[in-house]
């Protein structure tokens, strides 16, 4: 052991002959403790939610969107081909998407209308309900469709209800602009806990899709699903590349980039605001050992004559802060991963479910983050013990030992 090492720790282990320096340091250690723990903990969640939040879009939405800019793809066929044999593509699907206007019998109200192949799509999306548009065919002529949970509330209606899609595409006639309006029947819901998709997304077949939107042989994307979802922009690229026309691809990060980069500037800045409880925990690191200089004014005198520099002297109470700061910070890291533990584990706190999409708290615990914690607290504990070693080291021993 290192001497500047062995003598903090006598220091530390030593029972002060101040009763207030000791609730000082012990006071320091909680401080820490409870900045790391609410840090970490904080951080989880955030983490959680966002995991939960990207998992649940990902069920709903493609990992990839190949189109071209404000036009419609004719030749979809050969692009879903080309992207089918494309590496890391899991399944891949023509969409055609246009705004509508449900009407059932008593209401009304606006939605997305997204035509796909329920075969291929069912392979890629999350959505059970899928099946039902491939293997259900509606009442009396009328074409199967499937409707988010809220929006089937929303209109009142329930599974084997009819309804009339109005597409905004429509023929002039002599007493004016008609537009094209087809009959639906509901075969089932889907549920992703989101309102933005629940209340407001509808699933029909392709053919009907592009039927509303007067155009039979076009759609306005292709999507794709991949098997790693961080590899879509590489993905993306090869199919891009091997297409001649003006075609571009957007990876989901792309497509949400608002949405993650307002969650990542949120628990960014959850951070910081976490970490000056921290901060202001070790300002009493900082008291402890300027009191602890005090209290040690003629070991320091002694050390000085027997030959300490003022170096030794400096690494001496520097180890003693951050001793103090390791405790503390180990303490926080075991009770902040052992909280995130329990919630992951026992679900303990939740949440209510007809105001959250969620019932219980989410915690998803990198040990990146974790680290990233302890090392950003134990350098706080660092710069704390900065001032009280200087001011130790700059004592003249001549006058300690004679005023000491």
């Known amino acids: 052991m290192r001497f500047e090492f062995f003598i903090s720790r006598r220091y530390f282990k030593s029972r002060p002959r101040r009763t207030i320096l000791s609730l000082i340091t012990l006071l320091s250690m909680a401080g820490v403790a409870i900045g790391v723990t609410a840090l970490i903990v904080v ?4 983490s959680g939610f966002e995991s939960d939040l990207k998992t649940r879009i990902m069920g709903i939405e493609p990992h990839l969107v190949i189109d071209r800019h404000h036009q419609p793809i004719r030749e979809y066929a050969r692009i879903v081909q080309q992207a089918g044999q494309t590496a890391g593509v899991r399944a891949v699907w023509p969409v055609q998407e246009l705004q509508v206007m449900l009407r059932a019998e008593a209401r009304m109200t606006g939605a997305v209308l997204k035509g796909v192949d329920p075969v291929a799509a069912g ?10 548009l491939a293997t259900t065919a509606g009442a009396n002529g009328a074409a199967p469709l499937i409707m988010g949970r809220d929006l089937a509330r929303s209109l009142g209606l329930i599974r084997g209800d009819t309804l009339f899609v109005i597409s905004p595409r429509g023929s002039l006639a002599p007493v004016g602009f008609i537009p094209y309006m087809k009959r639906f029947e509901v ?3 889907f549920h ?6 629940d209340g407001g997304l509808v699933f029909v077949r392709l053919e009907d899709a592009q039927a509303l939107s007067q155009d039979r042989t076009s759609v ?6 991949v098997e790693r979802i961080f590899e879509s922009t590489g993905i993306g690229n090869r199919i891009i590349s091997a297409l001649e026309n003006d075609y571009r691809a957007r990876d989901w990060m792309q497509l949400n980039q608002n949405l993650f980069a307002a969650l990542k500037l949120e628990k960014a800045a959850m951070f910081i605001t976490l970490t000056l409880i921290t901060l202001v925990a070790t300002f009493s690191i900082t008291s402890s050992l300027v ?17 300490a520099t003022n170096a030794t002297i400096r690494r001496i109470f520097v180890a003693q802060g951050m001793l103090i700061g390791l405790i503390g910070t180990g303490t926080g890291v075991v009770l902040g991963t052992g909280l995130c533990y ?6 303990w706190i ?6 959250y999409y969620i019932t219980a708290l989410p915690v998803d615990l990198a040990a990146a983050d974790v680290l990233v914690v302890a090392l950003s607290a134990m350098v706080i504990c660092f710069l704390a013990t900065l001032y009280p070693a200087r001011q130790a080291a700059r004592f003249n021993p001549l006058e300690a030992i004679r005023y000491g």
């Open 187 to 189: 075969v089932d819901f």
């Open 291 to 307: 009191m602890l200089v005090m209290e040690k004014i003629k070991d320091i005198a002694i050390l000085k004559t027997i030959g």
């Open 342 to 347: 329990l919630q992951k584990t026992r679900g």
């Open 123 to 132: 392979e890629g999306l999350a959505l059970p309900a899928l099946a039902s």
């Open 350 to 355: 939740r949440l209510p479910g007809e105001v």
């Open 192 to 197: 992703t806990g989101m309102y933005e998709y």
């Open 43 to 46: 951080i989880g969640v955030m």
């Open 220 to 225: 306005n994307a292709v999507e794709v699903r």
